[in-house]
Structure formats: C-alpha cells, structure tokens
C-alpha cells in the first residue's frame, strides 16, 4: 500500500440509553416479543404528533461536550424520505441541516503514536423496525421476510468522523476509544455484537502527497472491532487492485461479509438529494439553555483518557496496566474502590487483572455481573498482610469466595487454611523434613547453601502451604545450623 493513502471516515450509530422511544412512550426494552412495543406514533399512523425524548436530547449533548462539540443554539429534526418494509411513515426522522452539535474531535492511540480525529457533528435521529428475513440470514436466498416494529423509533445518536482516518487499524482504535468514551459517560452501552453500537465507513484511496480525494464506497455490516478491521484492510486492497488494473472505482454501498471477509456491492450510492430531506413540521426546533448544558456538563465524570493519566501518575500503574483496568468503567470503579480501602493500588491492580480477571474469563461474566464487592477482594489482602493467610492460599480463598458467595473471614476459618505461624509447630514440620531428605541436608552442609530453597519448599508441601514461608526459611537455617 506504499504507493497509496487511505482515507477513511466513519458514522457512528450509537442506541442511547432511555427507557422510551424518540418521539413516543413505547419501551425501547430489547428481546420482546416482536410487534409489542409499539403505538400509533412509532408505526406511523395518520393523525398522530410526535413528542421529542428529553433524556435523549440529554444524552446526546453529554456526548457532544465529552467530544469537545460545539452545542448548537438551534438544531432541526428534518425528514429522510425513503421507501422500505422496515420503516412504516417512509420516512426517518433525523436531523439534516442543522445538527445538534458540530466540531469536536476525539484523541485515538495507534502503536504508540497518538492521533486527533476530528468529529464533524452528533446529531439525533430515530431508528428503524427490523426485518426478519426466513430461511436465510440476509435478503439475498430468503422467499419472505417478517418485520418487527418494536425497534422503529428507538432515539440513535449519530457521531460523524473527519475522513481523518488513513488506516483500517485507526479505524478500529476509534471505535474502541469512542466505546469506551460512551460507555464511561453512560449514555449507550456501547455493544457492537449486539447492535447498539454501529459504524458505516467511507473509505477511499488516493495516490500518495495527492491532495484530491478518490472515489468512496461505503462499507456496511461491520458488526464487530475484527468485522471494522477486515472489511476495510480488503476495500482498501480492492481500491489498489482496481485503479492498478487500470479501472475506475464505482461510487457506491457495499455489504461485508463475515465469512468470506469480503465486500461485494448493494446499490449504487444515493444522494443526499434523493431523499428529499425537509424539516419535520411536527416538531419544535431544538434550543437547549445554557443553563441545562452547564448542569449536563456536570454528570459527565473523569473521561478514560484522564483515568488513564491518573492511575499511571498517582497510582504508580504501567501504561498497559491502566489501559487494562480502563477497559470496562466497572473494573475502573471497582479498582478505585478498594484502593480507597486498601492504600496498596499495585498489589489491588494485580489481584483485579490476575485471578479476578482470570475468574471472570472462566466464567465468561463481568465483574457487574458477579456478588463480589472490593471491599472483599481488600479483605483477603489485608489476611494475608496480616500472616493469617499465605498469597498462595490467598488465590484459593479468593476463588472459594467467588464460587460460594460465603463472608471471607468464613471461608477462610471453615477451610483450615489460616497461615500456621506457631514456631513450635512449624519446627515440628522441619525436622521431620530434614529427617526424610538427609541427602540435600548433607548437600547444604558441605556448603551447597542453595538447597535450602529446596528444603523450604519441602517444608510448604508438607504443611499444605499453611507455614508462614517467612518463618519456615528462618527456623529452617537456624536448625540446620544447630544439628
Ligand atoms: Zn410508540
């Protein structure tokens, strides 16, 4: 690709968080039976008035602001016209001309190297109903298709990069970063897999130092960060493939496929103009107040981005430590938690990113999903700060506890796996150890002192792990010394 330059950007569909729909009261809930959230309003009836969604219009001007956006003092709902199954009036409610906010820009990481993508605008709009098609996956091979309309309606905040983008790689770091972002300030739960979180791009290629664009395609059906990856690592290696051939590039949509990691072509790219955008005439511009963006302002907490800065700085993390417990705002809260309860946030970072994450994995659950609380996970360090427990039973407890939902202190007391720190009974242990081990006793007395990490180890084992390792070394050297 050394003789091109990829351009790519991106609109995002990101579902926001409300209990009702965009313009009427239907629950936005999903996984109902089809055809159950619905009214006269979000199925199009004649007759009916639409009422704009306030914690919508909320949501969006959160995002707006964490994306550095300029708030417009009046944005206009407009009417995308266009005629499918899936969409009952024949026309989207969106906003056109005039957006809710324009401007902003996001910081994404690529190899180290950190980039500002610019955002064009984020504004609001409504979804569509759901097609569901018999007998195969696409409409392509299906004889019929069933339309579900508990969907249509749901608010969708569109985010719109700059073509900014010159990488299938920087593509998928913006996705990332910006899910994190929005799942941090909670306005969507951000899940690519399961569609709250959709992303198109438009993506061309032009000879490098060229200043002119070339030719877009718009890619569709990216439904997961490898989906975003592959789809356009091959649109961008067809460009070449094309314009090498001596060919042209068609502007137009095309759909990537999962399977074959390919793209194959829809439609011919509509226009703006074909839609026949007008301004909703059933609904007020919108004009939010200073006053109410001030206090929208306030509920946005730390962005990841500060988090991250933070808990390298002022915790001590490495990068990809941070990074890691920035991952998920929960596992963020829950580290900041404990670290309150327990000043340690380097041994609390490991235990959270080590067997906790490792339990998580296993399980396939997050840490939201499972009766765990930090104050728990300090309870179990401070056993072990404290000689009632070794590290290594310590990973034990910590399981027991996850797995049983028991206290800790119970867990720990009902197994019998408290730290034996009782010199007589420890030494008790060592000599019947160096009763049984006269060879690397006799090893370690003429002078081969490393055995006596051998021996330490024998001294764990037969203990069960319970011997306070500290002690076991000390009362070890000393008897060897003596006999
Ligand atoms: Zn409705």
Known sequence: MSKYETVIGLEIHAQLLTESKMFCGCSTKFGNKPNTNICPVCTGQPGVLPVTNKKAIELAIKTAIALSCKIEPSSVFARKNYFYPDLPKAYQVSQYELPLATG????IEVAGQK?????IRVHLEEDAGKLVHQGADRIMGSDSSLVDYNRTGVPLMEIVSEPDIRSPLEAKAFMETLQHLLQFIQVCDAKMEEGSLRCDANISIRPVGDKKLGTKTEIKNMNSFRGVLKALGSEEKRHAEVKEAGGTI???????DDTTETTTGMRSKESAHDYRYFPEPDLVPVEPEGAW???IKKTIGELPEAKKQRFETECGLSAADAELLISSPVLAAFFE????LHDKPKIVANWIMGDLTAYLNENKKAIDEIDFTPAQLVEILKSIDKG???GKIAKTVLVEVLKSGKQ????IAESGMTQVSDEGEIIKIIKEVLKHNPGPVAEYKKGKKATIGFLVGQVMKASKGRANPGMANKLL????AES
């Open 477 to 480: 050297a000393k008897l060897l």
């Open 337 to 340: 938690q404990a670290i309150k």
């Open 408 to 411: 800790v202190k119970d867990v």
């Open 250 to 256: 068609i502007q137009e949509t095309r759909y990537f």
């Open 293 to 295: 963006i001030s206090e």
């Open 115 to 119: 980039k500002r993508i610019g955002i």
């Open 388 to 390: 009632t427990i070794s």
């Open 104 to 107: 902003g820009h996001i910081e």
